[in-house]
């Protein structure tokens, strides 16, 4: 979120530089005449920014040639000297003839530039061109040909002159958007305030530094020996290239990355991940990086077949089907351009089948026909789903509880996945009327619901008065509750305005509810900045009852539900330095736009018994023993259509706004694109079928088996239908035979009497008391709690755990943490340590510090035998069932391994100003409970006894060791304290 606000930051400023820019004058003239506005940069901006390491560095482009219609004039001037009067006016070739006139008479009287790139880039103009079959021969005889022959030479200019145009506009603007992307890459590193692709790129710099480069990779290399990349099918790049180069830091760096020139050492580096899977492109996953590593790396492959999940038919039935649809996968030798798709590795199943209901259930296996739309086929597989559900709850369908068992299904066993969110309101819709209750837990789906559109409106109303449409929707709205007859008399019979800004006129009881939406939405407006986003979303919920009119919905839980995640993200928007309340409403809508991915998934609410409704995408990695896989009428999106940004093999940038307006090299490298997103439509298919456990049902309705407008692209439906058809009987699946039974009643509310309010009260008190007892008692908390004090621990750093105490303190911790024990010359970490404290004025006082602590013959101890560092330690003080569990951070411990009973030993550095010998002694009684503390934990932790805790009191002049006396005394001490904090 905090990377999305400071992009629409450098985006306000870089409008404000493209649109005062002189010299970009004319280029943004022709871009507004082709319709290229400023939402289209926007969008190229954004994805530019997230792929910043991959521009290349390209010389400025030229100004765009100038616009020159002589030959499209010529052509149609050719054409119409054919024209006949004698020919009837209703004459389809005098009607095309007609268009032409009109057409040229546009072009040859634009009034400028900038206006003639305008008639050019209309659609209607250009059509006027193709002549086609129009008109009869016997009419027009020869000059039918020639009349269709100039048309069609107009029209090859006018695309030819359109699509120069729209490159070289597109070129230059583009160079504008790369310059200011890179250049907001610089001062986000300047400034500090990266994001994590930004630490990648950094991290990968250093790494092949021409001058430090190697030391950094050798040294690192010694330090992490072993390095394990999971889910490697969705790794970037950047990641795959870092583990390379660390686990090989000997190979040359070249100019661009390729793993088959590394050589990484024998058991160094471990790749785990299944590239069926690999379904996260729009994150720069790379199918083609994983086969090309994984055929050029000299390695070991280790296929894991076996799937424990799923039961023997469902997997019988993803083998046969995606056998056919994967297919054996690319030769050894494949252009990285065609490698798309992995050979299909059969799964082998272990669990046997449900006792009841069928492994794996079709709907829609007979296409429909053409006469089906979309939303016709929407409503139609939406009915099928709920149908399913119904049939495997009513007819007792079983499946494997937590202990092993079979058991009935209910609706929390069931889940279903969607490839987009587009056929969501017709399945909300069509589960509604079944009555099956229901919940979208896929984040992403939260900005498309009804009940969130209707708050961001009511709050988009809130900002703006003069946004009629949002006023009059936000009245619509549940929680403003206006009927369209109440809107009708306020406009019409009392001249009411929808400004809630402006003054209004005296109504009558008939638009009170009107008058008072409109009142209320004024005095939040004046709020608005004072309060912010999420204080204007707790005064909506609040003051218009957002909770109490989910009452009125089916499923109310669901309701409360969402509106808690939009206040959640609200308090987000503000945390990270959100601005203004449009700029919530904007952000949350981007949200909700189809390109808007958001993977993550909200928890499951264990003790609702619901559907759950998610994205293939935000299932991934989860399972669930009912599958459905819905939506799968959905077309495969157009690849063509809308703002697209490619990335060729030389960084160089390929441009679509839509069709006709686009940079020279985009029709070839979206070919290239397309193969890869058809393949991942495939392998988004495969995750779905292979979330199932018990039951897979799946959607294959479709209108037709081929797509006419694209044959070659056809979509999920299709895809499964055809593959299916070629498994033939290898693949075992049955039509759903819907249920006639009904669905179990929802339970009635219990009946039973309020309990009395003082018993409740004392109960509930006792509960309050019980719930604010620790559990977890700190080792700082112990030993303040002995010495009948409160913690000393330095709060300038809030939420830091380990180290508190002074600057100093925590500047000699860090040093003794990273330092090589067996160092001479600690000078350049002790730096570090003391400019990230901001304390180089004591520079010196930490260096003797630090120094100090390695002379200890504990330390030199540690030196020679196995030890940790800043070692996190925490256990329950026993083995009673309500044992508090005492925590802390360890400085130094060391293994004694010198009998036959290894044993620890603990030392605790202490940097405090010491008087004198007396002084330090009642500092060590101070701190006698807390090194018992890290005693205790250590013990039960690990099960070594700690024969030693040592307290190294570290000086200028020295370092003193005082070691806690009777510490099994004083363990014993920190176990009844530690129960008495936490009332155990």
Known sequence: MSSHLSFDDRWADLQHRLLDDDDLARTVLLADAMRIHPHHLRELARTLDDRWDLLGDHPPPPEPDPVDVAGILRHMDEALALDRDDVDEDDKLRIRLTRIRDAQIALDGADDEADTVRILADDDHRKSLNAGGDGNKKVWGDDKAAIRDAAYAAR??????????????????????VAATLEAATKRRHAGTLVFHDLLVIARDLLTDPIVGDAVRTSLHERYRRILLDEFQDTDPLQLELALLLTDPDSPVH?????????????????????????????????????????????????????????????????????????????????????????????????????????????????????????????LEATDVAAAIATAVVDRWTVEGTDGRQRPCGFGDIAILLPTRTSLPALETALEAAGIPYRAESSSMLFATPQIRDLLMVLRAIDDPTDDLAVVAALRTPYLGCGDDELARWRVHHGGTWNHQADQPDGDSTVEVVASGLAWMGKLHHWRHHLGPSGILERLIHDRRVFQVAYGETRPRDAWRRARLLSDRARAYAEVGGGSLRGFVDWCLAQADEKGRIAETVL????????????????????????????????????????????????????????????????????????????????????????ARDHLVVSVHRDTDVDPDKPGRPGPSRLLAGALVEAGRSAIDVDLSPTGGALPATGAPSGRGLPDRQNWMAERDDALKAAARPRTVSATAIAAYGADQTTDEDRSRPGEVGRHGTGVGRAVHGALEVLDFTTTDPSDIVREQAITEGLLGDLRTIDSLVRAGLETNSVRRAAITRHWRELYVAAPV?????????????????????????????????????????????????YRLQGAAYAVAAERATGLPVRRVLLCFLATDGATEVEVDDLAGAMDEVVSIARDLAGA
């Open 156 to 177: 090859d200019l006018w695309d030819t002159l359109l699509r120069a145009t729209a490159g070289a506009v597109l070129r230059r603007l583009l160079a504008e958007l």
């Open 604 to 691: 499951p609410e264990v003790d609702d018994d619901a559907v759950r409704i998610l994205t293939i995408h935000g299932a991934k990695g989860l399972e669930f023993p009912i599958t459905i896989l819905s939506g799968m009428s959905t077309q495969t999106a157009r690849t063509d259509s809308g703002v697209q940004l490619l990335l060729d093999a030389d960084g160089s940038a390929e441009v679509s706004i839509r069709e006709g307006i686009q940079t020279s090299g985009f029709r070839d490298t979206h070919g290239v694109d397309q193969r890869f997103q058809d393949a991942e439509t495939i392998r988004l298919l495969y995750v779905a079928a292979t979330r």
């Open 878 to 926: 026993d083995d009673a069932d309500d044992a508090p569990v005492v925590e802390g951070y360890i400085d130094l411990a060391f293994l004694e391994d010198d009998d036959p009973h290894p044993g620890l030993v603990i030392v605790d550095y202490k940097t405090d100003s010491v008087a004198d010998d007396a002084d330090r002694a009642v500092k060590a009684r101070r």
């Open 255 to 379: 100019p661009s990355f390729d793993p088959g020139d590394f050589s990484p050492d024998p058991g160094s580096l471990f790749l785990v991940g299944d590239p069926k899977q690999s379904i996260y492109r729009f994150r720069r996953a790379d199918v083609a990086l994983y086969l090309r590593t994984r055929h050029t790396l000299d390695s070991t492959l280790v296929a894991l077949t076996e799937n424990f999940r799923t039961t023997v038919p469902i997997i019988d039935w993803i083998n046969a089907v995606f056998a056919h649809l994967i297919g054996t996968g690319p030769p050894l030798n494949t252009a990285a351009s065609h490698l798309v798709q992995p050979g299909y590795v059969p799964l082998v199943g272990r669990r046997p089948a449900a006792a009841n209901g069928p492994p794996v259930t079709l709907l829609g296996r007979h296409e429909h026909g053409d006469e089906i739309d979309a939303a016709g086929l929407r409503d």
